[in-house]
């Protein structure tokens, strides 16, 4: 019984002491922002000097929450190409080289992609080996007889 009585003395306290308080209202708690997610962090193309198209690779939008939204993103590599420049997320982004034109060589870029205020930056390489070599076979001969 002395149990029960402390507890409702210590209850009609707290009720008192809120009562009391100052005017403050209580806050709602803080919304919590669920975090952007673009992956994978970096994409690296390989190919051969004179290639005209590579294969695509993905690029996976969306929030770590089940949460919807509008994304926005480009790209500055003009042998760089995003077919989408924003859609709703989640979203699945083909990204695509198109080296035509290119020399031998390693060519970078970036993917930048928007979603409310995140920004994500995607580094991009492209790996352009040169074409093999020819080799010249000697040239056939002509035997008389």
Do not use: K
Request: hydrophobic residues 40%; contains cysteine; proline residues 10%.
């Amino acid at each position: 019984m002395r149990r029960g009585a402390l507890f409702a003395a210590a209850l009609a306290g707290m009720a008192l002491g809120c009562r009391l308080g100052t005017d403050a209202q209580p806050s709602a708690p803080a919304a919590l922002t669920p975090r952007f997610l673009v992956t994978p962090d970096s994409l690296e193309f390989h190919g051969q000097a004179g290639d005209t198209l590579l294969p695509d690779q993905y690029l996976s939008l969306g929030y770590e929450a089940n949460v919807s939204g509008r994304w926005t993103g480009f790209e500055n590599g003009s042998w760089l190409l995003i077919p989408s420049g924003g859609d709703t997320l989640p979203f699945f982004l083909p990204v695509g080289p198109r080296p035509t034109g290119l020399a031998a060589g390693t060519y970078s870029a970036s993917i930048w992609i928007i979603a409310a205020q995140d920004t994500v930056r995607i580094p991009v390489t492209l790996r352009l080996d040169a074409p093999p070599r020819a080799t010249r076979s000697g040239s056939p001969t002509l035997s008389r007889r």
